[in-house]
Every structure is written in structure tokens, then in C-alpha cells.
């Protein structure tokens, strides 16, 4: 007997990154995710009914003649369900440090067995997990890579066979005692090596890196300058010489003497302006609608094209993610069809379940400042935000001709990115820098548990500014920002540190 109502609370989300536009893949894994709700996801179908003159005054019935497939969901940001997902709204491959899995353990040579170690050198901080041996897991440093297969490391390890689950992934680097100094040049803070090209470090103009660690002798920082996050402006051609343009603490000249300096990075997206890394994606979405009499019901959209994202940092909440698609086709199984999913050739990966990012404990910064080349650390328009949202558009949306119900692609527009944000008035000078159409910049950094993620906006116009003033409250400017494409070729970036130290975290962090 059919049920006389289906609950919600029983729904389940899948999805699927297609490889053509429009057509389900007929094998491997669907990601499970966890949205906390859904935004008119489905379909919307247009009636033109028939209208004859007629002295009876009524209408004949019509056709069926429009489709409109679209939808989104809110899902809390975690430290890794949104790479895949972000790819998408980024029209971008995301840019990632090296990764092995399937890797052993050797105890006689303190060494890891991979495929092959290529991208990993001499200094490369690893991070090992999925062993089941604990000193097999945690920060590694290389040092000494042979037969292209074999890393090995100062630290004990224990013999452990290879297996799926067991990773090694570059998260960051070690400089060899005084190699590297830092100095102020210009507004520009110059960190030198002599001994290490830093282009084999795979970083990217707009980027962000943290400088610094947690040694009890402070052995892995600067003596002079507290462990900072900073971005990257540039990278000498010989790899010497890494320029930083932002820093989150003051830079002095520090010659690094004695010291073993470590720097941290990771996996970086950004929309590219280079035409040939510009990919358009598309995913299947599936919505499972509860059970009839033979099984699980679902309904799903194809041809699936991320059209605008949304990133909330509430007040006192979890960061969350409103995602956005434009889509060509709509489609219904039902309990004896069966999910898509759920396909004997398909499997579902689990969702990964972890705590999300909340904005009282994990926010290490948010800054918007003006875009001054003459010092890294600008005074900021404001000290304190209530709330900050992000708007990513590649203004998509749903090409259509005679034969087809729906759409048969999809037409892209431009990447527009708008920053808006309440921030606690204290000077004018945020008024001051709207009326001169000042370049502004603006990032937000969110750092737990040892890792973090980051937003990097380079240039920015700003708007809005009319101040709120109530009684008995603090007077409140809110702020309407339009990002532009900035001298590193893009409008914003996000990036992820799969492993920082603890002087990375802020100082809330529990």
C-alpha cells in the first residue's frame, strides 16, 4: 500500500560529476551529501494552454511546453566537502599539492614506499594518516628521496604493509638551518633562500602561505617576527626569493640565523584567466522522495552547471554555503526504477561527517583594507564584522531551441564576485574611501583542529556605506563590494591548508 505521506527528514541528496554534458554516468561512486535544506530543486514545467474566440468563453486545453530545470542546496562548510563541489562554481581544476596513496611503511630505513615521488623533495613537510601504527601518521619532514619510489624521513617508523586508506600528502616545507632570511623591501616583505628553488613549491601568485611553527624553542620561526599567514605577490624566476604582499603580523628584517624555518601551504582554487584552464563541469543531482510500494522513489536533474554560489559567515553560526545549478533535464524513478545511485554498477562514498566552521572560535581574520603597495599590513576600514557574505556568479543559464523540452546546454556569462558585510562603524574613513573609489582587498581566514581555509579577494570597489544609527546600539556601516579582476589574472581565490601548526589557530580555537 502506497504511503499516505513521505517525510523530509528521510530524504537523502546525492551526486555525480558527469563526464557529458546531460548523460549519467553508468558506473562509480556518488558523493552523499549533507545539505540542511533545498532551494526549489526540480523542475518547473510551462503550460500554454489553447484560447481560441468561442462563444462558450473557455479555454482549450494546451501542451506542455517548457521546462525549466534548476535548483540548489545550503550545506555548512567542513574542512574537505567542498573542493569538488567548489571546482564547479570556479569553472577551475583545483590546483593541488602532491598526494600517494596505497603507501607502506618501512621501519630499517625510516622510509615510506610510494608509486613514485615525483613532486616531493628534500624538505617537503608530509603529512602521513590512515596507518595503524601512530608513529606512522602525523608531520613528517623528507629527507631523502631514492629510486623515485622511496622517501624516507628522520623519524621511527614501524613496518606497515601498503594499503588504500594510507596517504602521504606535501603540506609544507622545512629550510635547512639559516638558509632562508626575511626582509622589508618596498612595503613588500622578501623571503630569500640559498639553497632552495621555491618554484618547486607549486604556489600561485594570490595565494596564501603560513610562515612559522610551534618548536618549544621557537626553532622553525623567525627570532623577530611572530608566526604569520601571508600572501603570496610573486616568486623569482630561479626560485630565490618569495614576495609577500599581505601579512597578518608586522615583518621585520630577521637574518634567520640558526633557524630551521617552516612554511605551510596547500590545495588552491581560483578562476583562471587563461582560456584553456577554464572548464565548464556538470554533475547529476539526485533527491531520494521516499518509498512507494516497490522501493525508494528519487527524482534528479542532469546537465547540472554550478551557477551561483553563496558563502555565509553568520554571526555567532556555522559558515555555510548556498549552491546554486542550472540544469537540463528533470527526471522521476520510481521504488521499482530505483535511486541512480543506487544502481548495482553504482556506489555511494559516504558523507565525510565532519564539524563545520563556526564564526566565534574558528575566525583567524577578516579584513577588508585598502590596497596599499607601500605596506603589508594597512589600518582596515573597521575592527570588527556581525556578519559577511560572499556572492560567486558565472551567470549561467539554459539554452534552448525547437525540439528540445528543456534546455540542450547551457550559455556561461561572466564570474562577478560581490563581497557584502556589516561591520561595527569606528572612522570615516571607510566613507571616505567609497566617495574616492579607493582599491580595497579583502580576505577571511578559518582556522581548527590543525588545518584551515581561506578567501583571497585582490581587488575590490567599494559601495554602500550608509551608515545605520539606532538607539541603543552601535552604529553599524554595511558595506556592498564589487570585485574586478586584479593584477594576478583573477577575482578571488580560496584556498585550504590540509595541516597547520598550532600558532596558526586563533586564539579562541577549543
Not at 613532486?119 to 590512515?130: D, F, K, N, P, S
Not at 548556498?322 to 548495482?344: C, K, N, V
Not at 583567524?364 to 556572492?391: I, K, M, S
Not at 540542450?408 to 561591520?423: H, K, Q, W, Y
Request: proline content about 4%.
Amino acid at each position: 500500500m502506497v504511503a499516505e505521506k513521505q517525510d523530509a527528514n528521510l530524504v537523502g541528496f546525492y551526486k555525480k560529476r558527469e563526464a557529458t554534458l546531460g548523460t549519467v554516468p553508468a558506473t562509480g561512486a556518488w558523493q552523499t551529501r549533507e545539505p540542511n535544506s533545498f532551494d526549489d530543486l526540480g523542475a518547473e514545467y510551462t503550460k500554454t494552454p489553447r484560447k481560441p474566440f468561442s462563444p462558450s468563453r473557455q479555454r482549450k486545453m494546451g501542451s506542455t511546453t517548457d521546462l525549466d530545470a534548476d535548483g540548489g542546496y545550503n550545506e555548512d562548510l567542513t574542512q574537505n566537502n567542498m573542493q569538488t563541489e567548489l571546482e564547479e562554481f570556479f569553472f577551475a581544476a583545483l590546483r593541488e599539492q602532491t598526494t600517494q596513496s596505497n603507501v607502506a611503511a618501512v621501519a630499517a630505513t625510516d622510509d615510506y614506499t610510494v608509486a613514485s615521488s615525483a613532486g616531493m623533495i628534500t624538505g617537503h613537510i608530509v603529512l602521513a594518516a590512515g596507518f595503524d601504527n601512530a608513529a606512522n601518521n602525523g608531520i613528517h619532514v623528507l629527507n631523502g628521496i631514492t629510486d623515485g619510489t622511496h622517501v624516507s624521513t628522520a623519524d621511527a617508523l614501524v613496518d606497515e604493509a601498503a594499503a588504500a586508506a594510507q596517504t602521504l600528502e606535501v603540506v609544507g616545507f622545512q629550510f635547512v638551518a639559516a638558509d632562508v632570511d626575511i626582509a622589508v623591501v618596498s612595503g613588500r616583505a622578501v623571503f630569500t633562500s640559498a639553497a632552495v628553488d621555491m618554484n618547486d613549491f607549486g604556489l600561485v601568485p594570490g595565494q596564501w602561505v603560513f610562515v612559522g611553527g610551534d618548536a618549544a624553542d621557537d626553532a622553525y620561526s623567525f627570532a623577530d617576527v611572530d608566526p604569520f599567514y601571508a600572501r603570496v605577490e610573486s616568486i623569482s624566476d630561479d626560485g630565490s626569493e618569495l614576495v609577500f604582499d599581505k601579512t597578518t603580523q608586522t615583518v621585520v628584517t630577521d637574518a634567520g640565523t640558526g633557524k630551521t624555518i617552516r612554511i605551510w601551504f596547500g590545495p588552491v582554487l581560483r578562476n583562471e584567466d587563461d582560456p584553456d584552464l577554464i572548464v565548464r563541469f556538470s554533475s547529476v543531482l539526485e533527491r531520494t522522495l521516499g518509498r512507494d510500494d516497490d522501493g525508494v522513489q528519487s527524482e534528479y536533474l542532469t546537465g547540472a552547471v554550478a551557477s551561483e554560489l553563496t558563502w555565509n559567515s553568520p554571526l555567532a553560526g556555522l559558515v555555510n554555503l548556498d549552491l546554486s545549478y542550472i540544469a537540463s533535464r528533470h527526471g522521476t524513478r520510481t521504488g521499482l526504477d530505483g535511486p541512480l545511485s543506487a544502481r548495482a554498477s553504482n556506489t555511494r562514498d559516504p558523507a565525510l561527517g565532519e564539524d563545520a566552521f563556526n564564526t566565534s572560535s574558528n575566525v583567524y581574520r577578516l579584513r577588508l583594507q585598502f590596497n596599499d603597495p607601500d605596506t603589508l599590513n594597512p589600518t582596515p576600514y573597521f575592527a570588527r564584522v556581525t556578519e559577511w557574505n560572499g556572492t560567486f556568479n558565472n551567470n549561467v543559464s539554459s539554452a534552448k531551441a525547437q525540439g528540445v523540452l528543456g534546455g540542450f546546454d547551457t550559455i556561461v556569462g561572466n564570474f562577478d564576485v560581490d563581497i557584502e558585510l556589516s561591520a561595527y562603524f569606528t572612522t570615516v574613513e571607510a566613507i571616505h574611501a567609497i566617495k574616492c573609489n579607493y582599491p580595497s582587498t579583502f580576505d577571511a581566514i578559518y582556522a581548527k583542529n590543525n588545518a584551515g581555509v581561506y578567501i583571497d579577494v585582490p581587488l575590490l570597489a567599494l559601495g554602500g556605506g550608509r551608515l545605520e544609527i539606532e538607539q541603543d546600539a552601535a552604529i553599524m556601516l554595511p558595506l556592498e563590494n564589487a570585485a574586478a579582476e586584479s593584477d594576478f589574472g583573477h577575482t578571488a581565490l580560496i584556498g585550504w591548508f590540509t595541516y597547520l601548526p598550532d600558532a596558526a589557530m586563533p586564539d579562541a580555537d577549543c
